[in-house]
């Protein structure tokens, strides 16, 4: 492909068709805004508001899962990333027009590639970190660099594994070189789910060293404050921030409220302003609130049930693909949704259109509800019988995989239709990720969220060894289709290289069975102006404003 062509491919790439067919029809239908709000450019605004944003004040905000680090290069939680979102910046940024998602600069002013493989950012002048220090070329190269660096640990560093060099042209470019082509770029060096080219403060990582995450230093619209455990976190406005004019807040608090029903009763209420995510079963009654807009589409996820690959009796793939055949994901998205999801047959969710299968539903390809298929397979698997697993899952709605041990309560009798007895053990978040990080689990089941491209949602999770793949899934076919399709930018020879390496994951390894893509809710009280939502479950109070 030459320089042109490759340009034009990546520029369709940065342009992707994040089309939202929800979007419309929830607009029409009136479920997805409250009354007298009104979207344009992905802003929501009070229909009759014509005074500018107020400046001052302080948001709340309550969220039930609270973050592991506010370091971005160790995150591994959305949660922590809504709040991180608003202390750093990366060189690229996500945004959303209503209909679709895209690229842009971000701490660049600019972006140009060379070629296939080379990449030259031109840094905004005069940005600085919150502890006065001066965000230049080498503060990215070095912040890019302590990613790849094997002795830093970063669980993206998948991301800048092919990353050849980083030169510093000038104090305000840099050109950042791969030795290959690399599909994910963009993604990667975005502020949000990328993180890899999210920009860290040297001086506050040498200060802090481990504690970092305790002590974040960006470059973002606010400071870290405080972090109380299991209480609140504070931020506040960075007076110095580069984008003219923002933020508005003075403050943001995020109350730490582990318990669902109560952050949805502190904003019915109006103690808080908002909650980042909600209990889809409380949706009817928060969407029926006519002082609250409630923001929300199906977006580029998956939930799943885990299998541990690595012990009998599941190191059996004929008794994973039993299960996976058991699965009604129908019922699933019913009652375990309250309809606020589809089936998922596929890694690929619906809103990555260019890579998503249409066809899914009826092609026989991925995974489906097949309870012949499955009791056929339960009759070759290795162990017959009755067995008797354990099901690892918490009581409360997490906000990951948004349904606490609902789906475990759906998926049991399922299971029992194929001879497997499941225990289920309920845990605290904390207990069974420490359990599922450990491998000790047979079933375990959550989702992957926020995700931008095939490549960010089945690499970093299924291929063999990487951070996130705790059932211990591993088919060097698969991986190397993976790899292949992650170095070439034309959108339909990637689709099929994912195609054949789905097939290969889905209809006969079955590490894991599908459940359903699902929709990801922000709620705020209507005084709370100018939120724009993107759909990759953020929280950016960048353009935020409090009304009086």
């Not at 910046?89 to 998602?101: S, T």
């Not at 998956?302 to 793939?317: E, H, I, T, V």
């Not at 990487?466 to 993976?482: A, C, H």
Request: hydrophobic share 40%.
């Amino acid at each position: 492909m030459d320089e042109k062509s490759l340009k034009q491919a990546l520029a369709a790439r940065l342009e992707q068709d994040f089309r939202r067919r929800d979007f419309l029809r929830a607009i029409s239908a009136g479920t997805m805004l409250g009354a007298g709000a009104l979207m344009s450019g992905g802003v929501v605004r009070n229909a009759f508001a014509a005074e500018p944003p107020k400046r001052g004040g302080t948001l709340t905000w309550a969220q039930t899962v609270p973050p592991d680090t506010l370091d971005p290069h160790f995150t591994g939680s959305l949660a922590a990333i809504k709040i991180h979102n608003n202390i750093f910046n990366g060189l690229l940024k996500v945004v959303y027009d209503g209909k679709a998602v895209s690229f842009v600069p971000d701490l660049a002013e600019s972006w140009e590639m060379t070629d296939g493989m080379t990449h030259i950012f031109k840094l905004r002048a005069g940005v600085k970190f919150h502890d006065g220090g001066v965000c230049d070329a080498e503060a990215v190269k070095w912040s890019i660099e302590r990613v790849k660096d094997p002795k830093t640990g970063s669980p993206h560093a998948w991301m800048v594994a092919s990353l050849a060099g980083i030169d510093i042209i000038d104090p305000l470019t840099v050109r950042i070189r791969y030795s290959k082509p690399f599909a994910f770029f963009p993604v990667a060096m975005n502020g949000a789910t990328g993180r890899a080219g999210t920009i860290v403060s040297r001086k506050a990582v040498e200060k802090y060293g481990k504690d970092f995450g305790r002590n974040p230093v960006g470059t973002g619209p606010f400071k870290f404050v405080q972090w109380r455990e299991n209480e609140m976190i504070e931020l506040e406005r960075n007076p110095d921030y580069f984008e003219a004019g923002l933020p508005y807040l003075d403050k943001i608090q995020i109350k730490l409220v582990k318990e669902p029903t109560s952050a949805v009763a502190a904003v019915m209420s109006g103690q808080v302003d908002g909650m980042d995510a909600c209990p889809f079963q409380l949706m009817p009654m928060l969407r029926s609130n006519k002082n609250l807009n409630v923001y929300g589409e199906l977006e580029g996820n998956y939930s799943f049930l885990g299998m541990n690959n690595k012990r009998a009796p599941f190191n059996d793939p004929n008794l994973r693909l039993a299960i996976a055949y058991a699965i009604d994901r129908e019922l699933i998205v019913k009652q375990g949704y309250f309809g606020d999801a589809s089936p998922a047959y596929s890694l690929i969710s619906p809103p990555m259109t260019k890579f998503f299968d249409p066809n899914i539903a009826k092609s026989g390809r991925g995974q489906f509800f097949d309870l012949k298929k499955a009791q056929e397979y339960r009759a070759k698997a290795a162990v017959q019988g009755e067995i008797s697993p354990v099901y690892i899952a918490t009581e409360a709605f997490t906000s990951n995989g948004g349904s606490g041990s609902r789906n475990a309560q759906l998926i049991i009798p399922m299971l029992a239709k194929i001879g497997i007895k499941v225990k289920l053990e309920i845990m605290d978040p904390a207990v069974l990720t420490k359990r599922r990080n450990a491998g000790d689990f047979d079933l375990y089941d959550e989702a992957w969220q926020a995700d931008l491209d095939p490549d960010e949602t089945i690499r970093p999770e299924w291929t063999t060894g990487v951070p996130w793949n705790f059932v211990g899934y591993s088919n060097p076919e698969f991986d190397k289709l993976i790899l292949q399709a992650a170095e070439i930018v034309d959108v339909e020879e990637r689709k099929k290289l994912y195609y054949a390496a789905e097939d290969i994951m889905l209809q006969k390894d079955a590490p894991i069975a599908l459940l359903a893509h699902t929709k990801v809710f922000k709620i705020f009280n209507k005084r709370v102006e100018g939120f724009k939502y993107v759909p990759v479950d953020l929280m950016n109070m960048h353009t935020v404003s409090l009304k009086t």
